[in-house]
């Protein structure tokens, strides 16, 4: 079983700062998903990566399958960024759903 | 229109009583999945679909059936609720192929008195 870890699990910073959120993993994966959570409780997926670096807005999420380890990246951070932050792996190119970090808490003061 | 719909998205139930949650999506995805969420534990796989005739057990399946009605209908049933079954339900869909986006529903917050 893929055991998934995220850091730091609370964060909380000023508006402007450059944020970065790791995760590492323990099994090869196909692919890596960074997900966000509103305080509403909606998921909304952010990325899917299996090598390299993907960038979209202020967001920059990256992955070395080598280390076994993604971040994913705010920069000029806002308060409407302020969500909390999950990695899932799929190790099984989809065969078996996702395994889930425990999420990264994200608050970003004014 | 959301593209992958959750009912009810609020309930509360007594311990025994047999619930029923259910998902619709419009997106034409094949694969559909049940996770619930718990605080401190993260999302966790409850059952998984990759087509109509295809069921298969998550992760903590056990006290949890569910139905594939059709390509677009995953319902997930609790049998006899119990109260360390609260927690946040979400459906999710995704596209076959493996190591596809998955689109996650609203949620559901059950709470078992």
């Known amino acids: 079983k893929n055991e998934v870890e995220q850091s730091p699990q609370n964060l909380t910073a000023q508006e402007g700062e450059f944020i970065t959120i790791n995760c590492s993993y323990s099994v090869g994966i196909s692919a890596l998903h960074w997900l966000q959570q509103h305080p509403g409780g909606g998921i909304v997926s952010l990325f899917m990566?299996?090598?390299g670096k993907k960038k979209h807005g202020r967001l920059i999420a990256t992955i070395n399958i080598q280390e076994k380890h993604s971040s994913l990246h705010i920069t000029a951070s806002h308060p409407r960024d302020s969500a909390v932050y999950i990695c899932?792996?799929?190790?099984?190119?989809?065969?078996?759903?996702?395994?889930f970090g425990k999420g990264t808490h994200l608050i970003i003061q004014p | 229109d959301a593209d992958v719909t959750q009912t009810p998205r609020n309930r509360i139930t007594k311990t025994g009583k047999r619930i029923m949650l259910e998902c619709s999506q419009t997106?034409?995805?094949?694969?559909m999945y049940w996770y619930r969420q718990d605080p401190g534990l993260g999302l966790r796989l409850i059952y998984y679909?990759?087509?109509?005739?295809?069921?298969n057990k998550g992760e903590i399946s056990d006290g949890y059936s569910v139905s594939r009605q059709a390509q677009a209908k995953f319902s997930l049933s609790l049998e006899s609720a119990i109260p360390n079954q609260t927690a946040l339900y979400f459906c999710a869909t995704s596209d076959a192929g493996g190591g596809e986006t998955q689109y996650f529903g609203p949620g559901t917050r059950l709470l078992v008195l």
């Open positions: 997106k034409g995805h094949d694969r």
């Open positions: 899932a792996v799929d190790s099984g190119g989809g065969a078996d759903g996702l395994t």
């Open positions: 990566l299996s090598s």
């Open positions: 679909s990759f087509d109509v005739k295809d069921i």
